[in-house]
């Protein structure tokens, strides 16, 4: 290592070499080549010597500040610095550097389903046909005062309801003749006998009274408990009875809208029963588990075939984990007012937005709709996608966190200072969404995390041009300083995928990590961490910035779940593991390292070297 | 600053509970912010300050850059109880150094550079020199300039990226380790003796 400690002579002048011995050390030290001997040394020499102390310090304030200056500078040019919040007077006379399908959420309960015989008992006294079967079931004569509840809305995943629906959020008290009309997502419904309902959108649901339900289109699973005088369901033509074994029984349900049903049965034995179009029974069959049974529309025969579990969802808590999607399958348009996708509170809302420069209808914004995907990669992608083609435009999303909705219901929702804010201590949560701009450097964009709306409540962006640190990762909620913002590689013209996972820690200590273009759609092992920031991350709202220059800012495909793979779209275990990799990284422009990587995993995967060989041979 | 708030976030729909009341009384949120904006103007003025002296005390550029974020979120948590009449280093210098020592009880203790009794040391003595010690950090940049250009690209190299390596560095500029240790250590020094003469040319030496 250092050899100064000797004087020209050779020989060794304890006096005069000290010093230069220390900063020889410290020199080792800033240049990584110190071994633990030496190491002790220079710690015994600062311990002991208030005059080493003030050497070292004064080394080590100027390399500080040599790696805070030089780390990633914006330009050449010295200017000054802006401040790290959202105060616009706040700066700082230093030369400017860059500154989210498996049972688990059913409860235990099961539906109650009719037996033949009292079935049968009902046809004759003209209940059941007054109820499950004819199309009469929903009375038009509405109940003039509050009617008592025959069923509660237990929980709720991602749903959006028709406006002619009844009044359906989670815990909401269902009277006898309730109209459900679930657009999008899932509910549950449980009735007073123990009977549970996953209704699956789009899907109609009449319930007429506590005992008798009637599937108007779409689908739904079953739980019904053991008992007597259990739940009536019917979904089209076919009514659901007792089967050949008494006891609980689950099953899944659908209907046509024309009279055509199904049912597939999971557990337990049900009767299905087929009623003509006067309401006359003309035929009926029992089946067992794994069993279905379908009706088409005009149909007198009832076509048993093998039943198909995976078609129905039969828990909140399938286990794919995405809880908040926004595909922008929209028609292209103002993106203002759209209210699709899942998870979300409310619709998208303009905060500000730049007249356009040719108006082609009056209704014309700068944030809008544009028709296609952002595709990369593998991701799956739907609808179009969002575009801002003005430089001084906001536009917000807020996330439904609400006691009852999914986020809530999952426990990533935390009450901070009376605000419901997603992330909870010890929860973990990725956020994913795909971005483009056409102008290199021009200015800021981003796609914004918010507590709220307002600059100095943004935790993180992901963009360029954020408190001039450039192409990264910034928060200004946590505001500790341009120097520490996260660069995330060069800027390109390409679609990024961008995945964040949140690690919400204890005492505001959350952790974001970052993977721009992540190696790997399902093996978070496999990619690249671009950029790690520490800091208080929780949210509640989402929103799309573009402000000076003169680019446009796409985004699509924002995902938040409680997994990579939720974040990336690709959900299926079942999904082969070998072809997302191989064809992510040929399509994307990824480093040397990654590819690496890449070849690496592929090389230990079932694949082997013809993995390897069909990348190419490059590698 | 490059203030990416919407202009219209003054027209937001949402009524902000801090706006100004009718009766011209300035609100206790409103009072908050300027609180927090006058904190930010003290923070923005100290935070290279803070980051030297974390790696003052870790002698890492990485380990410095970890727990700064740590020391950040304490600092923006507390600081409704730092009073703007006192001195902010000597404030922030005692939550750097509990968060130091925080740290170090999460890592080996072979990964210390120091310990524990030195950087306690470290830790006062820096507080106590704060003003020297940001003067000389200040002085830096004049003498920055003074470099030659080799030597100036070859700093911006070795700086670039707090995690790369001293060793990556000269990977990167395809030059033989000992010639880049060697080169810095020259660097350094001539560094350093600008900074003696910038200070006694102003007298603060």
Known sequence: MNDSSKNPSGKSDRSADEPRQLEGQIDDLLNQGLDREQADQLDQQLSSDANARRVYLQRMFVEAELHAYHAEPVSSDDHRREAPVADPS?????????PLSAWAAIAASLLAVASLSSLLTLAATGR????????????????????????????????????????????AKLPAGAKLELEAGVAEIAFADGARLLLEGPACLDINDGHDARLVYGQLSAKLPEGPDRLNLAAGRLAIAEGSTAGPAEFGLLADGSGGGEVHVFGGSVGAV????????????????????????????????????????RSLSSGNGLYAYEPFDYTPGPLSWQNGGFGWAGAWEDIEFEEPEVYINDCETTNQVAAGSLGIGELATAGNHAIQTAQRNRIRRV???????????????????????????????????????????????????????????RVLCIGNGADGAGYGVTSNYNAYGARNYKRLGEETLKANLMVMRFDFGVDNRDVVTVYRNPES??????????????????????????????????????????SFRAATGLRDPKAPMIRPLARQWRRFDVGELRVVKAAAWLSNSPFGNQGLDSLGGRY | MADYSSAGESHNPNPDPGAESTTGERSESEASREQRADFARIFAAHDRWLYAYLMSLLGSPADAEEVFQEVCVVVWRDYEKFDPATNFMKWASVIAHNQVHRFRRSRARAAHAFSDVTVDLLAQDAADQADLLEDRRRALHGCLKKLRENDLELVRTCYGDPKRTMKASAELLGKPVNTVYKAMNRIRQSLHDCIDRTLATEGVS
């Open chain 1, 90 to 98: 706040a700066t700082s006379t230093e030369p400017a550097r860059r």
């Open chain 1, 128 to 171: 059941f046909s007054s109820h499950a079967h004819n199309q009469l079931a929903h009375s038009d004569s509405q109940p003039e005062t509050p009617a008592e509840a025959v069923a509660t809305i237990g929980a709720t995943q991602n749903c959006r309801w028709k406006a002619t629906s009844q009044a359906a959020g989670a815990g």
């Open chain 1, 274 to 313: 087929l009623f003509g179009p006067q309401g006359q029974q003309l035929r009926s069959l029992s089946l067992n588990k794994f069993e279905a049974a379908r009706v088409t529309q005009a149909s007198t025969s009832l076509a048993r075939f093998n039943a198909d579990g995976d078609r129905f969802v």
């Open chain 1, 399 to 457: 996330l439904s966190t609400s006691i009852g909705s999914v986020l809530s219901t999952a426990g990533f929702v935390e009450n901070s200072d009376g605000h419901n804010l997603v992330g909870r201590d010890g929860k973990r949560l990725y956020v994913s969404f795909v971005q483009r701009v056409d102008r290199l450097d021009d200015v800021f964009y981003g796609l914004e995390l918010n507590r709220g709306d307002g600059n100095g409540n």
């Open chain 1, 521 to 562: 759609l399902l093996d978070e092992d496999l990619c690249t961490k671009d950029a790690v920031l520490r800091g208080n991350f929780a949210f509640d709202r989402l929103s799309l910035g573009n402000f000076d220059g003169s680019k446009n800012h796409e985004v699509d495909e924002v995902r938040i779940g409680s």
